[in-house]
């Protein structure tokens, strides 16, 4: 049995310039006409291709023909004009060199490459490079010219905190590289770059300390990211799947976050992130259970008051994915575990409600769920403006009309604050879409399928081992003793000198 995961069949990544068949094979010929007319029907269809014709003065006099080819949006026009096209009409080709090496001394810019090979050029072209040929030459100039638009560095939107670091990721993969290199200025931090998608090829980068990590967890989740066959990715969370153990799972295993603190500490901590060019989102892998009740300003506020917060997360846990179901099977099943008075006040409320206290619950909380969604899809004033409409008039008239009672719309209100104190988006989901197989067991069983249900989750969750770990560690018997950062406890900074010991890090020791 495999530490790190279930073994996989190995598969050919195609994900390679030589292995896609949508790329032209071959090399250029020194005939410049030729390469122009192949470029231009190669991509006949692609009215961003920009050719630009002219010539260049050699050192006797005479003339050369050249050809600037780039993709309109992709490349930076202005980089272009001073640094290559302006520089070529103006200079003539130095003798120092021969053949496009003359050019390429000429060419006022870095990060130059020479290349042959028809498909490579075509990548690079397509990649937001400028391409130069030369009259004569059979190979041309590839020059990083990126200028596309992107959206700037901003604060972070889902994942809102009132102190601590306010940079959120955005959709430019070097731009996010760039923020977690800010904060590990270690030389041992590797940034390993791939390509995913067979049309897209998109890039992405897997990010882990090479001293920290263990090897097993990295080379894991390199072989699961090769393997992937699929025409394009636009966003990380498409990865998910690919990466988790158990797909059909209803829990997220795969971490995901657009704060840059949180990624840059969970590479410290030994776990392999991964960035996806085009997504303003984080991975990070292993994840337990315990890591989605965490939020980033847990660690910028004193211990007593971090564990105090998780401790009314925990709460707001089983109230979002239990609190309905025990109203049903007690108003249905158990009247007499509650009080006397509390019993007689329910049976008064609910009198004149024409259905039973199943149906009644799946309407507040289907409601509920429209209201949460109709309010996320519209604007921001808009999407305020529908969350009072639903919770004040149409809640107020479904209790005025007899449909429901009004123990059960506190009762809807709670779980739904419950549900929104869950920091992670993909772990509330989960809970909300739980609550409804639970409810039916306790309209059928009654408190006893609150049990199974229950039982049967805990069940699901131990089975999870996400990478080989555990889904809920650290908490294991064998494992109390351990336990410096959960959802019972967070013990002062100073005191947290090692790093979790499931991840099986090569520096147990967090200070050296």
């Known amino acids: ?27 250029i010929s020194g005939n410049l006409e030729e390469t ?32 600037v080819l780039y993709m309109d949006g992709l490349a930076d026009k202005q980089l272009i004009h001073e640094f290559i096209t302006q520089p070529m009409l103006q200079n003539p080709l130095p003798d120092e060199e021969e053949g496009i090496g003359r050019l390429e001394q000429l060419i006022s810019a870095t990060n130059i490459r020479r290349e042959k090979d028809r498909a490579k050029l075509m990548q690079s072209l397509l990649y937001s490079s400028t391409l130069v040929f030369l009259e004569g030459e059979a190979e041309g100039l590839t020059i990083s010219t990126e200028g596309w638009e992107h959206r700037f560095i901003k604060e972070p939107i889902t994942e809102v ?4 670091p306010q940079e959120a990721f955005n959709e430019v993969l070097r731009a996010n590289t760039a923020l977690i290199r800010r904060r590990i200025k270690d030389p041992r931090l590797a940034v390993e770059a791939l390509q995913i998608g067979t049309r897209s090829l998109t890039d992405t980068a897997i990010l882990y300390l090479q001293d920290v990590a263990n090897p097993a967890l990295v080379k894991e989740v390199r072989r699961r990211l090769q393997e992937i066959v699929v025409d394009g990715i636009q966003d990380s969370g498409q990865l998910e799947e690919y990466l988790e153990d158990n797909p059909l799972s209803p829990f997220p295993q795969v971490f995901n976050s657009e704060r840059v603190d949180r990624t840059v500490a969970s590479i410290l901590e030994g776990k392999v992130a991964v960035i996806v060019d085009g997504s303003p989102y984080a991975l990070s892998m292993p994840a337990t259970f315990a890591n989605f009740l965490y939020a980033s300003e847990d660690y910028y506020s004193k211990f007593m008051a971090a564990t105090f917060i998780r ?56 409601s509920i769920e429209l209201l949460r969604e109709a309010s996320l899809r519209l604007p921001g004033t808009m999407g305020q403006t529908i ?17 429901v009672g009004p123990v059960l719309t506190i009762i809807v209100s709670f779980t739904a604050i419950g549900s929104f104190v869950i920091p992670s988006y993909n772990t ?25 249900g229950g039982a049967a989750i805990l069940l699901h969750l131990i ?39 499931y991840l099986k890090p090569q520096q147990l020791k967090r200070r050296k």
């Open 1 to 27: 049995m495999r530490i790190w995961g279930k073994p996989r069949q190995p598969t050919q990544n195609p994900n390679r310039v030589e292995d896609l068949e949508s790329y032209p094979k071959g090399q």
């Open 387 to 403: 969350g009072i409409v639903g919770a004040l008039v149409i809640g107020q008239s479904a209790v005025q009309a007899g449909f």
């Open 311 to 366: 401790w009314f997360r925990g709460l707001a846990f089983f109230i979002a994915l239990f609190l309905p179901s025990l109203y049903i099977a007690l108003i249905t099943y158990h009247q007499e575990m509650l009080p006397t008075p509390l019993m007689l006040s329910s049976a008064a409320n609910r009198t004149g409600v024409p259905f039973p206290a199943f149906f009644e619950a799946l309407l507040m909380e289907v």
């Open 36 to 67: 122009v007319v192949f470029f231009r029907e190669s991509l006949a269809l692609c009215s961003d291709l920009v050719v630009k014709e002219g010539v260049v003065r050699n050192a006797g006099g005479g003339l050369l023909r050249t050809a």
């Open 463 to 501: 089975s999870l081992r996400p990478f080989g770990v555990g889904y809920l560690e650290p908490f294991q018997a064998s494992h109390w003793e351990r336990i410096d950062d959960s959802i019972v406890v967070r013990k002062p900074t100073y005191l947290m000198k090692l790093r979790q010991r």
């Open 161 to 164: 905190s009132i102190r601590g």
């Open 428 to 452: 509330s989901i989960t809970i909300r879409m739980l609550r409804f197989p639970i409810m039916f067991l306790a309209a059928t069983m009654g408190i006893f399928g609150i049990i199974f």
